[in-house]
């Protein structure tokens, strides 16, 4: 069964303090890696798309890497507007030949001024 | 910017009444997808369909829940009868080609 594993489940970081967060997956055959963007009450807005290790992708001050095991999102020199839960996905093959994905639990962040 | 259209946007009801929620996928996107998300939580999905087809159904709680996309176009999510622990956030995406997925608004429905 794929798994995805998000941490730290909740981070505060001061206005312009970089980080990393960090999603582990399991999967047999990964077709892509998504990130998404989710503000409270509303829908996850799509950020990056990976697709193989070593792939790299940047937006604003967001950053995304993948490896075969793991993917980080840097987030460099963060505002308080970059606040939100960020979630990482995993899409692979199902049973039925089909693509599915596969959600993390993902992380908090509060960025305070 | 095309978006995926959600309706309504907050629903109330009681246990064991019915609920209908409707999705518009983004023109010409074949693949529709319906999730549950529980606060604090990722989504889950529910149901996938590829144009009127169902695709993927198994986390689907087939005794009280149904999903229908008769055209290929846009869909709906039935549950019947509600119970408590229904109450959660529905939302709807689509995609292209089974890649990316694009999500709408998302309709909050409370179980009382």
């Known amino acids: 069964e794929d798994q995805v594993t998000q941490s730290p489940e909740a981070l505060r970081l001061q206005e312009g303090e970089s980080s990393s967060l960090n999603c582990s997956y399991t999967?047999?055959?990964?077709?892509?890696l998504f990130w998404y963007r989710q503000d409270p009450g509303k829908g996850p807005e799509f950020l990056f798309t990976l697709y193989s290790a070593g792939e790299e992708k940047e937006k604003e001050r967001l950053k995304a890497t993948l490896t075969k095991k793991e993917s980080f999102l840097h987030i460099t020199a963060p505002k308080p507007e970059d606040s939100a839960t960020y979630l990482c996905a995993v899409q692979a093959y199902n049973s039925g030949g089909y693509q599915k994905v596969t959600f993390g639990t993902g992380t908090k962040l509060q960025v305070i001024p | 910017e095309a978006e995926v259209a959600q309706s309504p946007r907050y629903k109330i009801t009681e246990k064991s009444q019915a609920v209908a929620f409707w999705c518009d996928p983004i023109s010409g996107h074949a693949t529709l997808y319906w999730y549950r998300q529980i606060l604090g939580q990722g989504p889950e999905l529910l149901v996938q369909?590829?144009?009127?087809?169902?695709?993927?159904d198994s986390q689907l709680p087939k005794d009280r829940f149904s999903a229908e996309r008769l055209k290929g176009v846009d869909s709906t999510l039935k549950i019947q009868p509600a119970e408590l622990g229904d109450s959660a956030m529905y939302l709807c995406a689509s995609s292209l080609r089974a890649d990316t997925q694009y999500f709408g608004p998302g309709t909050r429905l409370t179980v009382l």
């Open positions: 369909f590829q144009d009127e087809s169902v695709v993927d």
């Open positions: 999967v047999s055959g990964l077709r892509g």
